[in-house]
């Protein structure tokens, strides 16, 4: 583990996240071709976990974080949009276990529409895409 990667755990252990460990957030870091986001976007990252923490509790099921930040060249590689939260490390997608994409969204939007965040909501096929950009935004 490099220098980089133990502080940024340090400061994703700080946040007290009931139900993802600083390990399960960085390990998307280490996709072929992807790199820990530059130090300047680590706050980024810190709304749109408390979402996902929330959402956890709520929907009482396991959540797997499938895509995190992006380095501009992986998310070249994976068809990521030009641009996408995911290269400003705002944005997540996932799946949870025994609870569908919709579902799933649509929790996301009770959260939204309570003032939670504000911030961007995809609905996919196998999974669900949130981001913290500060304004509204819903597809899928």
Known sequence: MTAAERDYQKLLKGLRLRHFSPQEITSYAHRPGNTLPPRALWINIIETLWVMDHLRELLGQPITLTSIYRSPSYN????????????????????????????????LLKLRQAGMFKGGIGLYSTFVHVDTRGSNATWG
């Open 76 to 107: 070249r590689k994976v068809g990521g949009a030009s641009a996408s939260q995911h290269l400003r490390n705002r944005a997540i997608d996932f799946k949870v276990r025994n609870v569908s994409p919709t579902v799933a969204r649509n929790r």
